[in-house]
Protein backbone atom coordinates (compact mmCIF):
# COMPACT_ATOMS: atom_id res chain seq x y z
CA UNK A 1 0.00 0.00 0.00
CA UNK A 2 1.73 3.26 -1.06
CA UNK A 3 0.81 6.41 1.40
CA UNK A 4 -2.16 8.78 -0.24
CA UNK A 5 -3.93 12.37 -0.19
CA UNK A 6 -8.09 11.27 -0.62
CA UNK A 7 -9.59 14.72 -1.20
CA UNK A 8 -12.44 14.34 -2.85
CA UNK A 9 -15.16 17.55 -3.18
CA UNK A 10 -18.79 16.47 -2.30
CA UNK A 11 -20.95 15.41 -5.66
CA UNK A 12 -24.83 14.93 -5.81
CA UNK A 13 -25.45 12.17 -8.25
CA UNK A 14 -29.47 11.81 -9.61
CA UNK A 15 -29.06 8.62 -11.61
CA UNK A 16 -32.05 6.79 -13.38
CA UNK A 17 -33.85 6.69 -16.24
CA UNK A 18 -36.50 9.16 -16.12
CA UNK A 19 -34.11 11.49 -13.39
CA UNK A 20 -34.45 14.72 -16.00
CA UNK A 21 -37.81 14.85 -14.62
CA UNK A 22 -36.09 15.63 -11.36
CA UNK A 23 -34.56 18.71 -13.15
CA UNK A 24 -36.94 21.52 -11.46
CA UNK A 25 -36.52 19.82 -8.13
CA UNK A 26 -32.83 19.99 -8.36
CA UNK A 27 -32.72 23.71 -9.43
CA UNK A 28 -34.79 24.13 -6.64
CA UNK A 29 -33.07 22.70 -4.35
CA UNK A 30 -30.00 25.29 -4.96
CA UNK A 31 -32.47 28.11 -4.15
CA UNK A 32 -32.48 29.26 -7.80
CA UNK A 33 -35.38 30.38 -9.71
CA UNK A 34 -33.70 31.91 -12.62
CA UNK A 35 -32.28 28.85 -15.21
CA UNK A 36 -30.39 29.69 -18.14
CA UNK A 37 -30.49 26.87 -20.28
CA UNK A 38 -27.42 25.54 -22.30
CA UNK A 39 -27.39 23.54 -25.45
CA UNK A 40 -25.50 22.88 -29.08
CA UNK A 41 -27.32 23.91 -31.81
CA UNK A 42 -28.16 20.34 -32.68
CA UNK A 43 -29.34 19.74 -29.17
CA UNK A 44 -31.78 22.35 -28.80
CA UNK A 45 -35.28 20.25 -28.96
CA UNK A 46 -33.37 18.64 -25.53
CA UNK A 47 -32.91 22.41 -24.62
CA UNK A 48 -36.74 23.41 -25.15
CA UNK A 49 -37.78 20.09 -23.18
CA UNK A 50 -35.82 21.10 -19.80
CA UNK A 51 -37.25 24.64 -20.43
CA UNK A 52 -40.83 22.98 -20.56
CA UNK A 53 -40.13 21.22 -17.38
CA UNK A 54 -38.52 23.66 -15.70
CA UNK A 55 -41.89 25.98 -16.28
CA UNK A 56 -41.48 29.21 -14.63
CA UNK A 57 -37.89 28.51 -13.49
CA UNK A 58 -36.50 28.74 -16.88
CA UNK A 59 -35.19 32.31 -17.66
CA UNK A 60 -33.94 31.12 -21.56
CA UNK A 61 -32.18 29.26 -23.67
CA UNK A 62 -28.33 29.76 -25.12
CA UNK A 63 -28.23 27.23 -27.88
CA UNK A 64 -24.56 27.95 -29.07
CA UNK A 65 -22.64 25.44 -27.63
CA UNK A 66 -19.81 24.27 -29.79
CA UNK A 67 -16.48 22.36 -29.30
CA UNK A 68 -13.49 23.47 -27.08
CA UNK A 69 -15.41 26.55 -25.65
CA UNK A 70 -14.45 29.85 -27.91
CA UNK A 71 -14.10 32.70 -26.00
CA UNK A 72 -16.45 34.79 -28.52
CA UNK A 73 -18.88 32.21 -27.54
CA UNK A 74 -18.20 32.57 -23.56
CA UNK A 75 -18.66 36.04 -23.48
CA UNK A 76 -21.78 36.03 -25.40
CA UNK A 77 -23.08 33.21 -23.48
CA UNK A 78 -22.28 35.23 -19.76
CA UNK A 79 -23.83 38.27 -21.45
CA UNK A 80 -26.84 36.73 -21.98
CA UNK A 81 -26.91 35.25 -18.36
CA UNK A 82 -26.51 38.91 -16.91
CA UNK A 83 -29.02 40.33 -19.35
CA UNK A 84 -31.61 37.66 -18.01
CA UNK A 85 -30.33 37.94 -14.59
CA UNK A 86 -29.98 34.08 -14.17
CA UNK A 87 -29.00 32.52 -11.40
CA UNK A 88 -27.67 29.21 -12.62
CA UNK A 89 -27.17 27.26 -15.57
CA UNK A 90 -28.67 24.16 -16.86
CA UNK A 91 -25.98 22.05 -19.34
CA UNK A 92 -27.37 20.00 -21.23
CA UNK A 93 -25.08 17.90 -23.87
CA UNK A 94 -21.53 16.44 -23.79
CA UNK A 95 -18.24 18.04 -23.14
CA UNK A 96 -18.93 20.88 -24.93
CA UNK A 97 -21.87 22.28 -23.72
CA UNK A 98 -21.05 21.68 -19.64
CA UNK A 99 -18.14 23.51 -20.59
CA UNK A 100 -19.70 26.34 -21.88
CA UNK A 101 -21.72 26.28 -18.62
CA UNK A 102 -18.19 26.14 -16.54
CA UNK A 103 -17.14 29.30 -18.53
CA UNK A 104 -20.03 30.91 -17.26
CA UNK A 105 -19.21 29.98 -13.85
CA UNK A 106 -15.59 30.85 -14.08
CA UNK A 107 -16.88 34.41 -13.91
CA UNK A 108 -19.52 34.70 -12.27
CA UNK A 109 -19.60 31.95 -9.75
CA UNK A 110 -22.93 30.77 -10.84
CA UNK A 111 -24.12 27.17 -10.35
CA UNK A 112 -24.57 24.67 -12.69
CA UNK A 113 -26.86 21.44 -12.85
CA UNK A 114 -25.21 19.35 -15.46
CA UNK A 115 -27.53 17.17 -17.76
CA UNK A 116 -24.73 14.97 -19.51
CA UNK A 117 -25.89 13.27 -22.61
CA UNK A 118 -22.17 11.28 -23.80
CA UNK A 119 -19.95 10.01 -21.93
CA UNK A 120 -17.02 12.52 -21.86
CA UNK A 121 -16.99 13.59 -17.88
CA UNK A 122 -17.04 17.26 -17.44
CA UNK A 123 -19.28 17.23 -15.45
CA UNK A 124 -17.51 15.70 -12.35
CA UNK A 125 -14.83 17.77 -12.66
CA UNK A 126 -13.50 21.38 -11.79
CA UNK A 127 -11.76 21.54 -15.11
CA UNK A 128 -12.29 24.11 -17.46
CA UNK A 129 -11.25 24.82 -20.67
CA UNK A 130 -11.57 28.21 -23.34
CA UNK A 131 -10.35 28.82 -26.52
CA UNK A 132 -8.75 32.27 -27.49
CA UNK A 133 -7.46 32.69 -30.77
CA UNK A 134 -6.95 28.77 -31.71
CA UNK A 135 -4.39 27.88 -28.67
CA UNK A 136 -6.91 26.20 -25.97
CA UNK A 137 -5.96 26.96 -21.88
CA UNK A 138 -7.71 24.86 -19.24
CA UNK A 139 -7.54 25.35 -15.56
CA UNK A 140 -9.11 23.77 -12.61
CA UNK A 141 -11.62 25.60 -10.34
CA UNK A 142 -13.90 24.09 -7.42
CA UNK A 143 -16.40 27.34 -8.46
CA UNK A 144 -16.69 25.10 -11.89
CA UNK A 145 -17.67 22.31 -10.55
CA UNK A 146 -21.62 21.23 -10.94
CA UNK A 147 -23.53 21.43 -7.90
CA UNK A 148 -25.86 18.98 -9.12
CA UNK A 149 -25.67 16.34 -12.36
CA UNK A 150 -28.40 14.66 -13.36
CA UNK A 151 -27.60 11.04 -15.54
CA UNK A 152 -30.94 9.72 -17.07
CA UNK A 153 -30.15 7.40 -19.65
CA UNK A 154 -32.63 7.48 -21.53
CA UNK A 155 -31.29 11.25 -23.07
CA UNK A 156 -28.93 9.03 -24.35
CA UNK A 157 -30.43 7.17 -27.02
CA UNK A 158 -30.26 9.56 -29.55
CA UNK A 159 -26.64 9.13 -29.32
CA UNK A 160 -25.43 7.31 -32.50
CA UNK A 161 -22.66 4.54 -32.41
CA UNK A 162 -20.61 6.49 -33.59
CA UNK A 163 -20.33 8.96 -31.56
CA UNK A 164 -21.16 7.05 -28.49
CA UNK A 165 -18.41 4.25 -29.10
CA UNK A 166 -15.67 6.78 -29.12
CA UNK A 167 -17.48 8.81 -26.52
CA UNK A 168 -17.11 5.73 -24.18
CA UNK A 169 -13.42 5.32 -24.88
CA UNK A 170 -12.64 9.02 -24.01
CA UNK A 171 -14.09 7.40 -20.38
CA UNK A 172 -12.49 4.77 -20.29
CA UNK A 173 -9.14 6.57 -20.99
CA UNK A 174 -9.87 8.59 -18.09
CA UNK A 175 -10.03 5.58 -16.39
CA UNK A 176 -6.88 3.86 -17.08
CA UNK A 177 -4.44 7.11 -16.62
CA UNK A 178 -6.31 7.12 -13.23
CA UNK A 179 -4.77 3.86 -12.04
CA UNK A 180 -1.35 4.96 -13.00
CA UNK A 181 -1.63 8.68 -11.97
CA UNK A 182 1.10 10.01 -9.61
CA UNK A 183 -1.41 11.21 -6.95
CA UNK A 184 -3.67 8.30 -7.07
CA UNK A 185 -5.33 6.64 -4.50
CA UNK A 186 -7.37 2.89 -3.96
CA UNK A 187 -10.70 4.68 -4.46
CA UNK A 188 -10.36 6.05 -6.69
CA UNK A 189 -8.76 2.82 -8.57
CA UNK A 190 -11.85 1.08 -7.61
CA UNK A 191 -13.51 3.73 -9.18
CA UNK A 192 -11.90 3.01 -12.22
CA UNK A 193 -11.49 -0.38 -12.75
CA UNK A 194 -15.25 -0.42 -12.34
CA UNK A 195 -15.56 1.98 -14.88
CA UNK A 196 -13.44 0.27 -17.15
CA UNK A 197 -15.51 -3.15 -16.26
CA UNK A 198 -18.64 -1.13 -16.49
CA UNK A 199 -18.08 0.35 -19.87
CA UNK A 200 -15.99 -2.75 -21.48
CA UNK A 201 -19.22 -4.55 -20.82
CA UNK A 202 -21.88 -1.94 -22.00
CA UNK A 203 -20.28 -0.53 -25.34
CA UNK A 204 -20.71 -3.20 -27.71
CA UNK A 205 -24.21 -3.54 -26.86
CA UNK A 206 -24.86 0.30 -27.02
CA UNK A 207 -23.50 0.27 -30.94
CA UNK A 208 -25.30 -3.19 -31.55
CA UNK A 209 -28.20 -2.53 -30.20
CA UNK A 210 -28.57 1.51 -29.69
CA UNK A 211 -32.21 1.19 -28.09
CA UNK A 212 -30.83 -1.39 -25.49
CA UNK A 213 -31.62 1.03 -22.52
CA UNK A 214 -30.44 -1.14 -19.80
CA UNK A 215 -26.70 -1.04 -22.10
CA UNK A 216 -27.36 2.64 -22.08
CA UNK A 217 -27.95 2.89 -18.29
CA UNK A 218 -24.75 0.91 -17.62
CA UNK A 219 -22.38 3.01 -20.32
CA UNK A 220 -23.47 5.73 -18.61
CA UNK A 221 -22.45 4.35 -15.21
CA UNK A 222 -19.58 3.98 -16.19
CA UNK A 223 -19.12 7.34 -17.20
CA UNK A 224 -19.74 9.15 -14.63
CA UNK A 225 -17.41 6.52 -12.65
CA UNK A 226 -14.65 7.75 -15.35
CA UNK A 227 -15.74 11.28 -14.80
CA UNK A 228 -15.20 11.72 -11.07
CA UNK A 229 -11.62 9.78 -11.74
CA UNK A 230 -10.69 12.40 -14.16
CA UNK A 231 -11.58 15.23 -11.87
CA UNK A 232 -9.87 13.47 -8.86
CA UNK A 233 -6.32 12.77 -10.43
CA UNK A 234 -3.89 13.90 -12.61
CA UNK A 235 -3.14 12.57 -16.18
CA UNK A 236 -0.45 11.44 -18.08
CA UNK A 237 1.32 10.81 -21.39
CA UNK A 238 -2.28 9.41 -22.92
CA UNK A 239 -4.11 12.83 -22.25
CA UNK A 240 -1.48 15.14 -22.89
CA UNK A 241 -0.88 13.60 -26.51
CA UNK A 242 -4.89 13.77 -26.98
CA UNK A 243 -4.75 17.64 -26.01
CA UNK A 244 -1.93 18.27 -28.53
CA UNK A 245 -3.39 16.32 -31.46
CA UNK A 246 -6.76 17.85 -30.73
CA UNK A 247 -5.43 21.39 -30.04
CA UNK A 248 -3.12 21.42 -33.36
CA UNK A 249 -4.38 19.20 -35.43
CA UNK A 250 -8.49 19.93 -35.03
CA UNK A 251 -8.38 15.96 -34.60
CA UNK A 252 -12.11 15.04 -33.43
CA UNK A 253 -11.81 15.03 -29.48
CA UNK A 254 -13.20 11.34 -28.38
CA UNK A 255 -11.99 9.70 -32.17
CA UNK A 256 -8.09 11.13 -30.51
CA UNK A 257 -8.39 9.15 -27.40
CA UNK A 258 -9.79 5.63 -29.13
CA UNK A 259 -6.74 5.75 -31.01
CA UNK A 260 -4.27 6.99 -28.44
CA UNK A 261 -5.26 5.12 -25.70
CA UNK A 262 -3.91 1.65 -26.93
CA UNK A 263 -0.78 3.07 -27.32
CA UNK A 264 0.14 5.38 -24.59
CA UNK A 265 -0.76 2.30 -22.86
CA UNK A 266 1.72 -0.16 -24.21
CA UNK A 267 4.10 3.08 -24.22
CA UNK A 268 3.61 2.82 -20.19
CA UNK A 269 3.40 -1.08 -20.25
CA UNK A 270 6.89 -1.76 -18.08
CA UNK A 271 6.06 1.30 -16.22
CA UNK A 272 2.79 0.40 -14.57
CA UNK A 273 2.76 -3.03 -14.21
CA UNK A 274 -0.06 -2.97 -11.64
CA UNK A 275 -2.18 -0.67 -13.39
CA UNK A 276 -1.99 -2.95 -16.78
CA UNK A 277 -3.07 -6.42 -14.84
CA UNK A 278 -6.11 -4.34 -13.24
CA UNK A 279 -6.72 -2.86 -16.84
CA UNK A 280 -6.39 -6.37 -18.51
CA UNK A 281 -9.08 -7.74 -15.57
CA UNK A 282 -11.77 -5.29 -15.70
CA UNK A 283 -11.52 -5.45 -19.55
CA UNK A 284 -11.58 -9.39 -19.85
CA UNK A 285 -8.63 -9.02 -21.79
CA UNK A 286 -4.95 -11.15 -21.65
CA UNK A 287 -3.11 -7.64 -21.86
CA UNK A 288 -4.31 -4.31 -21.01
CA UNK A 289 -3.10 -2.42 -24.58
CA UNK A 290 -4.56 -5.25 -26.86
CA UNK A 291 -7.35 -5.25 -25.21
CA UNK A 292 -8.13 -1.47 -25.21
CA UNK A 293 -7.04 -1.73 -29.35
CA UNK A 294 -9.64 -4.98 -29.65
CA UNK A 295 -12.20 -3.33 -27.51
CA UNK A 296 -11.97 0.08 -30.09
CA UNK A 297 -12.77 -2.22 -33.39
CA UNK A 298 -15.24 -4.21 -31.63
CA UNK A 299 -17.16 -1.04 -31.50
CA UNK A 300 -16.63 -0.09 -34.89
CA UNK A 301 -13.87 2.67 -33.72
CA UNK A 302 -11.42 3.63 -36.25
CA UNK A 303 -8.09 2.51 -34.94
CA UNK A 304 -6.13 4.73 -36.90
CA UNK A 305 -4.63 8.56 -36.92
CA UNK A 306 -4.32 8.89 -40.81
CA UNK A 307 -8.26 7.96 -41.21
CA UNK A 308 -9.24 10.40 -38.31
CA UNK A 309 -7.58 13.82 -39.84
CA UNK A 310 -3.65 13.73 -39.03
CA UNK A 311 -1.16 14.69 -41.77
CA UNK A 312 1.28 12.30 -42.12
CA UNK A 313 3.84 15.00 -41.66
CA UNK A 314 2.53 16.44 -38.25
CA UNK A 315 4.44 13.43 -36.37
CA UNK A 316 7.11 14.63 -35.65
CA UNK A 317 5.73 18.00 -34.43
CA UNK A 318 3.32 16.41 -32.56
CA UNK A 319 6.09 14.51 -30.81
CA UNK A 320 7.98 17.71 -30.01
CA UNK A 321 4.99 19.70 -28.34
CA UNK A 322 3.90 16.75 -26.14
CA UNK A 323 7.16 16.44 -25.01
CA UNK A 324 7.61 19.77 -24.28
CA UNK A 325 6.08 20.49 -20.89
CA UNK A 326 4.96 16.77 -20.22
CA UNK A 327 2.26 16.13 -17.78
CA UNK A 328 3.51 13.62 -15.12
CA UNK A 329 3.84 9.74 -16.43
CA UNK A 330 5.20 6.33 -15.43
CA UNK A 331 7.26 6.28 -18.28
CA UNK A 332 9.43 9.64 -18.79
CA UNK A 333 8.23 10.57 -21.82
CA UNK A 334 10.96 11.13 -24.58
CA UNK A 335 11.17 12.41 -27.45
CA UNK A 336 12.03 8.87 -29.70
CA UNK A 337 9.40 7.33 -27.74
CA UNK A 338 6.79 9.01 -28.38
CA UNK A 339 7.29 9.39 -32.21
CA UNK A 340 7.66 5.46 -32.30
CA UNK A 341 4.06 5.57 -30.41
CA UNK A 342 3.02 7.93 -33.06
CA UNK A 343 3.61 6.60 -35.66
CA UNK A 344 2.34 3.04 -34.64
CA UNK A 345 -0.85 5.33 -33.73
CA UNK A 346 -0.96 6.61 -37.13
CA UNK A 347 -0.86 3.27 -38.90
CA UNK A 348 -3.59 1.78 -36.36
CA UNK A 349 -0.88 -1.35 -35.61
CA UNK A 350 -1.95 -3.63 -32.82
CA UNK A 351 0.03 -3.42 -29.78
CA UNK A 352 2.01 -6.58 -29.51
P1 LIG B 1 -19.71 17.29 -27.59
O1 LIG B 1 -20.27 17.87 -26.35
O2 LIG B 1 -18.92 18.20 -28.48
O3 LIG B 1 -20.90 16.65 -28.43
C1 LIG B 1 -20.65 16.13 -29.73
C2 LIG B 1 -21.93 16.23 -30.56
O4 LIG B 1 -22.86 15.25 -30.10
C3 LIG B 1 -22.65 17.58 -30.43
O5 LIG B 1 -23.17 17.93 -31.68
C4 LIG B 1 -23.76 17.28 -29.46
O6 LIG B 1 -24.87 18.14 -29.60
C5 LIG B 1 -24.10 15.86 -29.83
N1 LIG B 1 -24.75 15.09 -28.78
C6 LIG B 1 -24.41 15.06 -27.47
N2 LIG B 1 -25.21 14.21 -26.81
C7 LIG B 1 -26.08 13.71 -27.72
C8 LIG B 1 -27.15 12.77 -27.64
N3 LIG B 1 -27.46 12.15 -26.51
N4 LIG B 1 -27.82 12.51 -28.78
C9 LIG B 1 -27.49 13.09 -29.94
N5 LIG B 1 -26.48 13.96 -30.09
C10 LIG B 1 -25.78 14.27 -28.98
O7 LIG B 1 -18.81 16.01 -27.32
P2 LIG B 1 -18.10 15.45 -26.00
O8 LIG B 1 -17.18 14.41 -26.49
O9 LIG B 1 -19.09 15.12 -24.98
O10 LIG B 1 -17.28 16.69 -25.45
C11 LIG B 1 -16.06 17.09 -26.02
C12 LIG B 1 -15.58 18.38 -25.41
O11 LIG B 1 -15.62 18.29 -23.99
C13 LIG B 1 -14.15 18.71 -25.77
O12 LIG B 1 -14.04 20.10 -25.97
C14 LIG B 1 -13.36 18.29 -24.53
O13 LIG B 1 -12.16 19.00 -24.41
C15 LIG B 1 -14.34 18.60 -23.44
N6 LIG B 1 -14.15 17.80 -22.22
C16 LIG B 1 -13.88 18.45 -21.07
C17 LIG B 1 -13.71 17.73 -19.89
C18 LIG B 1 -13.44 18.47 -18.62
O14 LIG B 1 -13.29 17.84 -17.58
N7 LIG B 1 -13.39 19.77 -18.64
C19 LIG B 1 -13.81 16.34 -19.89
C20 LIG B 1 -14.09 15.69 -21.09
C21 LIG B 1 -14.27 16.44 -22.26
Redesign the pocket.
Known sequence: MQDFTYDQPPARIIFGVGAFARLGDEVMRLGARRALVL?????LK?AEEAVRRLGSLAAGIFPE?????PIETARDARAVAKRLDADCCVAI???????LG?AIALESGLPIVAV???????E??P???LTEDGI?K?GRDLKVLPKAVIYDPE??????PA?AG??GM?AVA?CVEGLYAIDGNPIISLFAAEGIRALARSLPRVVEAPGDIDARADALYGAWLA?TV??AVSIGIHHKLC?TL?GTFNLP??EVHTVILPHAVEFNRKAAPEAMRITAEALGAQDAARGLYDLAARIGARVALKDIGMPADGLERAAELATQNPYANPRPVEYAGVLQLLRNAYNGIRPN
Do not use: C, D, F, R
Request: hydrophobic fraction near 25%.
Open positions: STPEQEAVMHVGGGSTIGKPTTYAGSMTIYGKTLTLTLPIPSNHGLGHGHA
